[in-house]
């Protein structure tokens, strides 16, 4: 063998049967070979365990979808290059001309322009609710056929709590499907429900410490296998490299949740209780207006906190330019503290009518708490505030 085709051939390394690695390692590959083209045919048809081309399937990428479908107590799960990747696919996958989608106001803005955009031009119509709004639902579920309901809890960015068992019975009742944008509650929370589709953007919990981007959805086999030939053909598949990535965050995700969870407990409380800060929106405080229904449906009420500031708008700007640990960027749920200033929070796509209905007013500001010492946190926000209360 020449050494131009010895290095397209490197040597084989065999293992021994009874000598694993602890964790698998990254299947950084994208073509597999079988001895024989008919076991290539039948492992690409789906009919015999065995992996053809990464796009398809990837064993790093599989043992993460494994893993989510699991925590989220359900059959499977397909992961995707990103979350707002898995909410069209999602979308797109489940609805075809002439259906019906209700959605709601309080919830992620990508979600609703794929929604009122993408999926109008194909032909699917909608309603878009206020989260609060059960009489509302009922009454457009009895009046129009629907195909699915979309709903988060908490709904991001304005964290109210949605009656899950409500919405899910009257889904059922009128014979549409419920998924759930389930990113801000974590992997481990609302499994219980009668929820047909959970999603979620891996970008934020998984590893915690916004290295990686990816989505899922996991669902009953059944409307996974509906799914998975549109997914494929989108191409947007996740890396090896990413999913074996959040395949080791996610062995800290449990201990990463629930001290992010009890920070932004003390954190919410501290703001609650602040001259400078108003409609303080937190889960686990005992003063929101869903306060019995969230200790109810969940078990960790996470790491984002929404507040207005009483100065309103321009105040946020330099609120958020005095915080010290806080970095002033989206997203949430990583290991660093975050702040949303209200010039961030702002949906470009509402009328004052939907903003009234969002709840999103002027000083609007969203936090999402991170690993920090929590005296540390406090004494950050307390310099912060003092800039605009003094
Ligand atoms: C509730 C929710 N869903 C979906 C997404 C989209 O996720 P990604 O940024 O991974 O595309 C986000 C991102 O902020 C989100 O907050």
């Known amino acids: ?41 039948r492992i690409a048809r789906g009919e015999r365990p065995g992996f053809f081309y990464s ?31 898995a909410v069209a696919q999602t979308l797109i996958g489940l609805t075809r001309a002439g259906d019906h989608v209700v959605f709601f106001t309080e919830g992620y803005g990508p979600t609703r322009q794929i929604i009122r955009g993408m999926l109008a031009r194909f032909g699917v119509t909608h309603s878009m609710l206020s989260i609060d709004d059960l009489a509302g639902l009922e009454r457009t579920l009895s009046t129009r056929k629907t195909r699915l309901v979309w709903f988060e809890s908490p709904t991001n960015p304005i964290n109210k709590i949605a009656d899950i068992e409500a919405i899910t019975r009257l889904a059922r009742a009128h014979g549409a499907l419920t998924a759930i944008d389930n990113t801000a509650a974590g992997f481990h929370q609302h499994g219980e429900f009668d929820i047909d589709l959970f999603v979620h953007s891996l970008t934020k919990f ?8 990816g989505g899922a959805v996991i669902a009953r086999r059944e409307l996974i296998d509906q799914l998975r030939s549109d997914f494929r053909l989108f191409g947007a598949h996740l890396d090896a490299l990413s999913a074996s990535i959040m395949v080791r965050g996610l062995k800290t995700y449990f201990v990463r ?13 501290f703001l609650e209780h602040h001259p400078a800060c108003t409609r303080v929106r937190y889960p686990g405080l005992a003063s929101q207006p869903k306060a019995e229904l969230a200790r109810r449906q969940m078990r960790e009420f996470g790491s984002v906190i929404c507040f207005d500031l009483v100065a309103g708008y321009e105040a946020g700007r330099k609120f958020t330019e005095s915080l010290q640990l806080f970095a002033r960027t989206p997203s949430f749920g990583s290991t660093e503290s975050l702040a949303m200033p209200p010039q961030m929070m702002q949906p470009k796509d509402f009328s004052p009518e939907d903003l009234a209905l969002s709840s999103i007013g002027p000083g609007t500001v969203r936090l999402s ?5 929590i005296e540390d946190l406090k004494a950050d926000l307390t310099q912060a505030l003092e800039t605009i209360h003094p």
Request: net charge negative; with cysteine; charged share 25%.
């Open 1 to 41: 063998m020449k050494d131009e085709t010895r290095v397209n051939h490197p040597p084989a390394i065999e293992l021994p049967d009874d000598n694993y690695p602890l964790n698998l390692p990254i299947f950084q590959n994208v073509k597999w070979e079988t001895e024989t083209v008919l076991e290539g045919e």
């Open 55 to 85: 796009r398809l399937s990837n064993p790093s990428v599989r043992q993460l979808e494994l893993m989510l479908a699991q925590l989220q107590r359900r059959d499977e799960c397909m992961v995707t290059a990103s979350g707002v990747n």
């Open 206 to 213: 998984a590893t915690g410490a916004g290295d990686v981007m």
């Open 257 to 269: 949740y629930r001290q992010q969870s009890a920070s932004a407990q003390t954190v919410a409380e």
């Open 369 to 373: 708490i991170g690993l920090e010492d």
